[in-house]
């Protein structure tokens, strides 16, 4: 497994004697190029029926690639894949899930307008009938715990509930291998609690799971092996139990993670960002209401918001940022000053700074050069602009500078910001706001599909930020860096905010209740965490 | 008699209601599968000259339509090479498969101007045709009138109770998706786009051999375009295509009246309200839309080109 030249079958003694001498599938010396760009460069990976087998990288190191050519999706350029231990060609999906290899997608491959039968009817034999098929639905969902109305629109769904429409999907065709994508980057602590339950009994079943996430916690939970992906080549293999989470990183970045401390000891300024009672009416059809928020930020501390998708985030970002204006001025209290009812460039120029969710589209325009989009967010606070025309000269020498200090890696001098990979370009973001030392700082998912090195970078970067006196609000799912970097952590729900409590005095489990809106609706919610972070 | 006037007037509209009847249900399902042809008028009117052309020619009305459907069919697979197989943007290919249509048709019907054919034959069952009131406007219409009618049930029910209909929908709704999960989706949508033209040319057929017997040119006179908003008008729905087509074609019909009869009202507004219909459904659709979900195939209009 270690070595990159191609070596068939007879694999490791030792698993061997255990679970049988050919893997389940074998893939070996896998070269897959996209024109100049090497993106497998002799992958060999095999899998045994009655595991769950890890593919770890960074993003960018291969593995989506690697998981297109088992499902059928790409041909190698070179290299085999083997089904116990012949060699097999895997020209397109249906040949892959007629040996048995099931996919379940990061990005569901689910139709939003289409109901869930019919989603699920997609990939079944043409000739079962809507009964025959609603059967099999309701008898998977029993033997699994995987519960569906089939008449619902997908577009209706949470993401846990349309994952479960992919496991089905999956399980119906009885695969031998089922490879996830990143399949808890959606959910809740406890509907990922619900699949890892699945997947180690569809491993008991004896089938073979390869499973790819970013959470090494997870991968150390659930995974008997592991296989390193870094530029493309199999840089290791290991058993993940053996492993801590930092030497899983290490190795899939190649140089130690640097730990990210917090700056300890500080004593916390003055408020300066403070939320009183804002409410907010839904903007869209979509949207969630925000009620009664009273949130106060002081300078040199973190303070976390946590909460699933969709329970108010994009709108609380949309109330501080100055995208949705408040209600009354005084809602949002600036350093001072009640900019509720000031726009964007107002409130920038009154020392905060904000980073959306959405890198490419809300954060930066992707078919911009980084110099335009260093303009976008800062002509009005960086000297960009003069008498009304643009000083381009400064905004390549404000880019150069972010890019080197936030050690940006992207082809070309100034390149489109699209062309940029998801940690990249988030990099130059984060480094884009962080750089104009703002006073406040709000940023909506810092690290969202951003490998482990690139988040450790962006994390420490928020940490010092706060260490040289800035109040910073980071609203994110990930409750592990909540935990990491927030001095104090609340909770949104259905547009209401928890009161926030210091990350020392609660846990997970108690955060991940309130996620879920458990104690919120009956009791008044300060309470209600208060009696949660207790209990533990 | 009043019971006959009425059914002469349920007549004519039925007649005018079938090409557009026609026409939209090949351009919904071309839209279903997520592509937007705004070459319907082109391949209706190359359609209609051709159609009659091959008649006069060959002295069949059949040969005649399968010719219209065939000249739409074919200006639909430059379309469809254009926009499935190249990616081309779909509103500027559209547009250059009208202004070319109306060109080549020109071309095609020059020879033709001025001619005329007996129309194509009614159905005639004695004893059902000639029932007062009904006889005429149910067993007395002609081909074309009942092809569409069965176009209307067969479509609705290859989109809602076939597998290939549900890929179609889907590939509609979402190409990511449906090309991840393996389903051919420049195939699908090269397929949908040939049998929109074949209808739009089958439409513009049943103008110069049924309902007109001759050849004009740009005798289409914006039918195509009609169409087109009726596939919207009747959100991507089959039968609900049949229901505006007869709104369309009775509006057309009542212009025709209401200037006979000397009304006040000009023709032109008259001529406009498809549009405004259609204008006033699409506020509608907006306003009443369910939360989250799309009335419109979600994909329509993008371009689609596999990953790597």
Known sequence: MTDATPSPAPATPALAGQIGAT?????????KRFGDFTANDGVDLEIRAGEIHALLGENGAGKSTLMKILYGLLEPTEGVVTHRGDIVKLANPEAARALGIGMVFQHFSLCENLTVAENIALVMPPDMSPKALREKMSTVGATYGLHLDPHRPVWSLSAGERQRIEIIRCLLQDPRLVILDEPTSVLTPGEAEGLFTVLERLRDEGRALLYISHRLDEVRRLCSRATILRGGKVVGACDPRQESARSLAAMMVGVQVGEVKPPSGMPLGAPRLVLSNLSLATSGLHGTALSDISLTVSGGEIVGIAGIAGNGQAELFDALSGEASAPEAGMVTLDGVPAGRLGITERRRHGACFVPEERNGHAAAPTLSLSDNALLSRHATAGLSRFGFLRNAAAKALA?????????????????????????????????????????????????GVDALAAAHIRQALLDLAGRGAALLVISQDLDELFEIAGRIAVLHDGTLSRAVPASETSREAVGLLMGGGGIESTPSSSAMEAMAHAH | MTLDVLQMVLVTIVAAATPLMIAALGELVVERSGVLNLGVEGMMVLGAATGFAVAVETGSTLAGAVAGAGAGLALSALFGILTVVLAANQIASGLAMTIL???????????????????????????????PGIGRLFFGQDAFVYAGFALVAGIAWFLWRTRAGLALRAIGDDHTSTHALGLKVRKVRFLAVLFGGACAGLAGAYLSLAYTPFWAPAMTAGRGWIALALVVFASWRPLRVMAGAMLFGGATVLQLHAQAAGLGLPGQALSALPYLAT???????????????????AS?????????
């Open chain 2, 300 to 308: 329509l209009g993008r371009v689609f080109t596999p990953f790597r």
């Open chain 2, 279 to 297: 204008i006033l459904a699409l506020v509608l659709l907006s306003l009443g839309r369910r939360q989250g979900g799309s009335v419109a195939p």
């Open chain 1, 23 to 31: 893997p389940l599938f074998g893939a070996y010396g896998i070269v």
């Open chain 1, 400 to 448: 150069q500078r972010v890019i080197a200090a936030f050690d940006v890696r992207k082809a070309g001098p100034d390149p489109a910001a699209g062309t940029l990979s998801g940690g990249n370009l988030q990099k130059f973001l984060m480094g884009r706001e962080i750089m104009a030392e703002p006073g406040i700082l709000v940023v909506n998912q810092p690290t969202w």
């Open chain 2, 101 to 131: 249509g109306l060109g080549l048709s020109g071309l095609v019907g020059a020879s033709y101007v001025g001619m005329k054919r007996e129309s194509a034959p009614h159905l005639a069952i004695p004893g059902l045709t000639d029932l």
